[in-house]
């Protein structure tokens, strides 16, 4: 594995820091609800940010070290985009009832494209 240049390593550990400490903030603030799953996803993301700052603070990291950090981020990137496609269908199904809408199947690609294009993701915050 090739070594990185001062740049490189300034690039990324200062970006690995600043990541961190934003989705830290998202998962930790309890105004901003995105659900368990989707901070369980992101809490994996911000292990592999931090494996990567200390692999880039090294000078000779191991590359089972590299493996496991990118394995890790891979792994928290799903289960966010699973948490995601979850609760578009849960809010899918929501407008659907309150709509007494007579569409049995719910379909996730109907309910994601509604989420993308319209404002009704704020339904399970109203009484």
Do not use: Y
Not at 72 to 86: D, K, M, N, P, Y
Not at 92 to 119: F, H, P, T, Y
């Amino acid at each position: 594995m090739t070594m990185l240049t001062p740049t490189m390593q300034m690039i990324s550990v200062l970006s690995s820091m600043f990541v961190v400490a934003v989705l830290v903030a998202v998962i930790m603030r309890n105004d901003i609800k995105e659900g368990v799953v989707i901070k369980i996803g992101l809490i994996f993301v911000c292990m592999s940010l931090l494996a990567s700052l200390f692999l880039s603070m090294q000078d000779h990291a191991p590359a089972q070290g590299w493996v496991n950090a990118g394995l890790s981020l891979r792994v928290g990137l799903a289960i966010t985009c699973a948490g995601i496609v979850w609760r578009a269908h849960l809010l899918g199904n929501l407008r659907r009832s309150r709509e007494g809408s007579s569409k049995k199947a719910a379909r996730i690609v109907d309910d994601l494209s509604d989420m993308l294009k319209s404002d009704w993701a704020d339904l399970d915050d109203k009484p």
